[in-house]
């Protein structure tokens, strides 16, 4: 099977968020299965030197962004046995970051339809399925469905769309559908591209590929529902059984407490009190009470209204006034920032606010803490609660997408469970789960064991790109 993957991002190359992880992880793990998976993205100036240097170029052709023919160029370059494309264009790609511009439709309508023209210059590679990640590449099925069906290297070829955070869309004027993805006005109804009174890319995605996927079964439920469905709830019923959910998975080898250089001490299940000096070393350097006994909680999180942290500013005071440390790192909305910052002035051996984001902190974070809190409103995967498992801090979730279909709330009746869960969006809840995990911490015993059995858990990508596979038989 010969698979084209395409993102926006991917490490090491350029990584914004949970995306970047997958873009390099779950091709990896396939490839492992034996699937020719090869990774296409934008050439962005904001990738290293170091890698752009070495990228072969293959190809240079026209791209047609609606009356406009720009430059298109193809590059290769292979990573850990990887091969990744490169789509080069320095008026689109030159940039400072990523994403955020004013012209976000133009950039990845001129994306969508490069991916495709460059398909025609790959040497000895006819993908059998170009599989889709989030809107900046939905546009890539209804231009093949429009441009390129009856060319004879696309005859056969299907498309997958995974869907990694329905809440961005890519909405943009109607008028985008001649001026920049040559589609006529047929496209805007209701059964194609027309989202209220734009065009959305999403929209595009899900209309027109053959089957689409998301990264959690929990999530591919409530995504067909009003309150999680961000107005496509509707379609999302009507395609239900071309819908599949499949939970994403962690790189191991990266994330391996065992052999992480990044940490102070390394360790594993078999001796845990690795974790206790990289907490004792955690709280030096953060300026935190230096004591094993403490109870850590950690949070590396966007601080924003979807990752739980009104649910915290709403309890603060009542945590702070527990035996207990929090430590947070992350950026977001000005308001949590400074609510964050506020706490951590008035109890600053208690909080430690760290509004940065700085990888090496994380994974130390990881690392010391004993509970990683994790109260979204909604997390259609999440990498957080994996990476914690990983490195033996138990997760404290709320019950929704990938947080409910990985972590399992500790019984100590029957001794199941790898974490700490509760249902309702509601501080209280969260509140008393917080106190009912203290209280577990107590007894060493049950503890150890629970971190020793979180740390056994298989989270890689083995299974998951099992199921990926499958999902790719079934469109053969």
Not at 413 to 426: I, L, M
Request: charged share 20%; glycine share 8%.
């Amino acid at each position: 099977m010969k698979i084209l993957f395409v993102a926006s991002e991917a490490h090491p190359f350029i990584k914004t968020g949970g995306l970047g992880d997958v873009a390099y992880a779950l091709p990896k793990a396939l490839r492992k299965l034996g699937l020719d998976v090869r990774v296409i993205l934008p050439k962005y100036s904001i990738i290293d030197e170091s890698y752009k240097k070495k990228m072969l170029p293959l190809a240079t052709f026209n791209v047609p962004v609606g009356w406009r023919n720009q430059y298109g160029g193809l590059q290769y370059f292979e990573q850990d046995g990887i091969p990744f494309y490169f789509i080069d264009n320095e008026y689109y790609f030159n940039r400072d970051e990523a994403y955020g511009f004013y012209d976000d439709g133009e950039r990845f309508s001129y994306f969508c339809r490069a991916v495709l023209e460059a398909v025609n210059y790959m040497i000895d590679f006819t993908p059998d399925i170009i599989h889709l990640n989030d809107w900046h590449t939905g546009m890539i099925s209804p231009i093949m469905n429009e441009h390129f069906k009856y060319s004879p290297r696309f005859h056969n070829i299907k498309t997958i769309f995974t869907i990694h955070n329905l809440k961005y869309q890519g909405i943009f004027p109607k008028e985008i559908l001649g001026d920049l993805l040559n589609l006529s006005n047929d496209y805007f109804r209701d059964d194609k591209l027309k989202y209220y009174d734009g065009v959305s890319f999403m929209k595009g995605g899900l209309n027109f590929s053959h089957k689409i996927s998301t990264v959690s079964k929990a999530y591919a439920e409530e995504i067909k529902t009003s309150f999680y469905g961000e107005g496509l709830h509707g379609l999302l019923q009507i395609r239900s059984n071309d819908l599949i959910g499949i939970v994403n998975g962690i790189d191991t080898e990266i994330f391996n407490p065992k052999t992480d250089a990044e940490l102070y001490f390394n360790y594993d299940y078999t001796d845990i009190y690795g974790k206790t000096k990289n907490k004792l070393e955690l709280q030096k350097s953060l300026g935190l009470n230096v004591d094993e006994n403490i109870p850590m909680i950690g949070m590396v999180t966007r601080l924003t209204g979807q990752k739980g942290l009104d649910l915290v500013a709403h309890v603060m005071e009542e945590l702070l006034k527990l035996n207990l440390q929090l430590v947070v790192l992350g950026t977001g909305e000005k308001k949590y920032e400074d609510m964050i910052k506020y706490y951590a002035g008035l109890a600053p051996q208690k909080l430690s606010a760290n509004i940065t984001f700085n990888n090496t902190l994380a994974k130390r974070i990881y690392a010391s803490s004993d509970i990683f809190l994790m109260p979204s409103l909604f997390e259609p995967c999440g990498i957080g609660q994996l990476l914690a498992l990983r490195y033996g801090s138990l997760p404290l979730v709320r019950e929704t997408g990938g947080l409910k279909d990985t972590v399992f709330s500790y019984n100590e009746y029957t001794n199941n469970g790898n974490g700490f869960s509760f249902a309702n969006y509601n501080a209280d809840d969260m509140l008393y789960t917080i106190k009912r995990a203290l209280n577990f911490y107590k007894n060493k015993e049950v503890w150890n064991n629970l971190v020793k059995n979180a740390m056994m858990e298989d989270n890689s990508w083995r299974k998951s790109a099992q199921e990926y596979k499958n999902l790719y038989s079934s469109l053969l």
